[in-house]
Structure formats: C-alpha cells, structure tokens
C-alpha cells in the first residue's frame, strides 16, 4: 500500500527489484534538481540501504560495481556532471569521528550525499532534504518512509509520487 501526503510517502517493497525501482525513482526526483541534495537513509543491517542507492546510481548511469562503503567510510561516484557521495557511519564509535574525517566540506550545494547510519553522527551533520527509514516487513519484503525536511525535499517527494511508481503492495497470503 502506498500511503503519502504532502511531507510522507510510505512504500511497501515487496522485493530487491522494488526497492531498484524506488532508487530509480529517485535518481529520476534528484535528476529534476538543479542542486545536490542530503539524503539519509536509516535502518537495521539489511534493510536495504544500500540496495537503494545501488537502484539510485544505476539510473543516473553508473554501471560499475556498488558496494557498502561500510569499511571505506565513503564512495565517490561520478556521473555525468554529478558528484554523488555513499557515506556509511555505521563503524563510527563517537559523532565526533565525523568531524575527525574531514568530511564537512563534501555536504554542498553541488554534491548528491547518501548517508547511511546518519545517527551515528549525532547531530553533527546538516539537515537532510529527505529522510528514508527502511524496515524488514513482517510479512516479506521491506517497508520505506519518506519524509520530506526541505523545498527540495518536497520537490524530490513531488516527483515521487506523481511519477508511475508501481505498486509496491503485499504479497496476497
């Protein structure tokens, strides 16, 4: 079921192919932006973070490999004019290894940054434009809430869900 108004869009992805076809959807919203844009992405360990911004980079043209930058920290992905950067502070012990990084100056105007583990920096880090909160289902697949934190935010959300999204429903039992 797809839930949504002007701040939230709730999805159920049934599987790893819908949560590629989100990431293209979103690929699709940060296309539609004249700017960068932060995005955190929030949930357990294989709730799909990284399937998502796997679906993300695929449909903006990337076609090498894309991994968790889990031990890396962070992977840069050029695409086209864009500057996409897959952060993972998942192995941060203190927020203020974020600051230790060095990676302030990368949250820009210009830069696409995906944040995965984004509490795990405390609240060192700039407000994001969307938040998506990813969750194993109870009954298959995953469930994913967008919120909307900015203008561009909502515009990303407003591409969302006018664009022909299929439908993430539950699988009938």
């Known amino acids: 079921m797809t839930t949504s108004d002007n701040l939230h869009l709730h999805l159920h992805l ?3 192919a819908a949560t590629l076809v989100l990431g293209s959807a979103l690929a699709n919203a940060l296309k539609e932006s004249s ?7 929030s949930g357990d360990l294989g709730a799909g973070k990284t399937t998502l911004s796997r679906g993300i980079l695929r449909a903006l043209g990337f076609s090498g490999r894309v991994k968790s930058p889990t031990y890396t920290l962070v992977e840069l992905y050029v695409v086209s004019k864009l500057n996409l950067y897959h952060f993972d502070f998942y192995r941060f012990g203190e927020p203020e290894e974020w600051q230790e990084a060095g990676f302030r100056d990368l949250f820009n105007e210009t830069n696409i940054c995906l944040v995965e583990w984004p509490e795990k920096a405390g609240g060192l880090l700039p407000p994001p434009d969307l938040t998506i909160a990813m969750k194993s289902s109870l009954i298959s697949g995953r469930e994913a809430h967008l919120a909307a934190h900015s203008p561009r935010g909502l515009q990303m959300l407003s591409v969302l869900t006018s664009a022909a999204l299929p439908t993430f429903a539950p699988p009938t039992m």
Do not use: P, Q, R, T
């Open 14 to 16: 049934a599987d790893e």
């Open 35 to 41: 700017s960068g844009a932060l995005i955190y992405l």
